[in-house]
């Protein structure tokens, strides 16, 4: 939902252009907002030339702000996705909570289907004890499902075994090999009551743009999918991690400062692309 300042409007017509919904015309030399099916992706306020246009609420994150003034080489950009790499080792060093803040900043602002902005963090920055056991104890259930089914995938066989380990190794000796003892765990969760097309896709390109931030503020991360598998396994680690009603767990990461230096990009395969 807009308003349109029509002493400052000068009838350029970029936002009607601009509008997905056809929900602001100009009439007369001035726009005029609709205001029916607007989802409220500002695309109007951020495309007029001279902020006639702005939003009924959120006014104060409005920025003045033009792409030169952002741009980042794409070279460095680019080689920084080469060299990123997975961390499995952490330093044993808190993240400042503002700088914590900063990076699940720029997952809120990230890109959601229909602007829904529907997605959900839940951070766990301080005693990851209970996390950490509930999720083994359920994937050493899951492991017993996978062992006792004749038909079970090889794959699951094989990760079975490995949460049998990692139960083992943490139980009895100490060693995280779920988590890697990181500074924080950020969960990604996404109402999926009005949507359930995008909300996998929307948590993702959240969790790459914190993870971007997060490389560039010195972090690494690394992406726990089998938190997911021991959610679908326990209903009650569900509950624990504070999912609500109609909401679903897209996935986490841990994320603090690596422990573990690396020299050099690695392989990837070839490109899979077809011009057309």
Sequence with gaps: MVIVDTEKCIGCGACEKDCLLSEIHVIEGKAVPVNKTCFNCGHCVAICPVGAVRPQTGEEEVVPMTAEDCRVDSENLLNSFRFRRTIRTFQNKKIDRKDLEKILEAGRISPTGMNSQEIRFVVFDRDLKELTERTLRALSDLAEDYFADPEAPKGMVAYSHMWKRMNKQY???????????????????????????????????????????????????????FLLRA?????????????????????AFSIGYPGVKYYRTVPRKKDKVEWR
């Design 171 to 225: 139980f009895e000796e100490g060693v995280d090999r779920l988590f890697y003892d990181p500074a924080a765990v950020v969960v990604v969760l996404a109402n999926t009551k009005y949507n359930k097309l995008t909300p996998p896709i929307d948590g993702a390109i959240a969790c790459a743009n914190m993870e971007i931030l997060a490389r560039s503020m010195g972090m690494g991360t690394c992406y726990i999918g």
């Design 231 to 251: 959610v679908l396994k326990d209903p009650t680690l569900k509950e624990y991690l504070g999912v609500k009603e109609h909401e679903e767990m897209i996935t």
